[in-house]
């Protein structure tokens, strides 16, 4: 799943045309790479203390993909200005999907895995945080209504 979304933040810091919202998706990007090390380097780990843990299954939903079709990014009709919104508030929920995610793993597992699970959602929560900045400032900036445009809290 983080594979995945260095690619994906890659691509969104393409679309943005400002440059602070492309510098911030780019960093999303370099953190994402850095949760796959980690993850990766987690798994060897738990795997060498327990060689009889089954593969883990190949995970088939992209994440990244259902909430850009959810977010219908591609149907067209949306104000130049209000890209950037889109492209931040996209990013926003797929970080918190994955915070949820990671939330429900820590919830049901215990040991080093668990604390795996804690670091990864302490890590969402932090993206979360530097998202939501980023769209309060562009919401003052672009005079949007925060009652519409703002994001929730986490």
């Known amino acids: ?16 045309r400002e440059p602070e919202i492309s510098k911030l998706l780019e960093g999303l990007a370099e953190m994402e790479d850095e949760h796959t090390l980690y993850i ?13 843990l089954p593969e883990p299954p190949k995970i088939t939903v992209d994440l ?3 909430r850009y079709t959810k977010m219908n990014f591609d149907k067209g ?9 889109l492209i931040l508030r996209m990013a926003y929920y797929i970080e ?26 302490t890590w969402e929560v932090k993206h979360l945080m ?5 769209m309060d400032k562009l919401i003052k900036e672009k005079g949007l209504n925060p009652d519409i445009y703002a ?3 986490i």
């Open 77 to 85: 009709g949306y104000d130049e200005k209000l890209t950037a919104v």
């Open 96 to 121: 918190r999907d994955f915070m949820d995610f990671y939330q429900k793993a820590a919830n049901v597992n215990s040991g080093d895995v668990k604390k795996v699970f804690e670091d990864l959602m």
């Open 40 to 52: 990766s380097g987690k798994i060897s780990e738990i795997r060498s203390k327990y060689p009889e």
């Open 64 to 66: 990244y993909d259902r």
């Open 151 to 153: 994001l929730e809290g």
């Open 1 to 16: 799943m983080e594979v995945n979304g260095k690619d994906f933040y890659l691509a969104l810091s393409e679309s943005a």
């Open 130 to 134: 530097q998202i939501k900045e980023a």
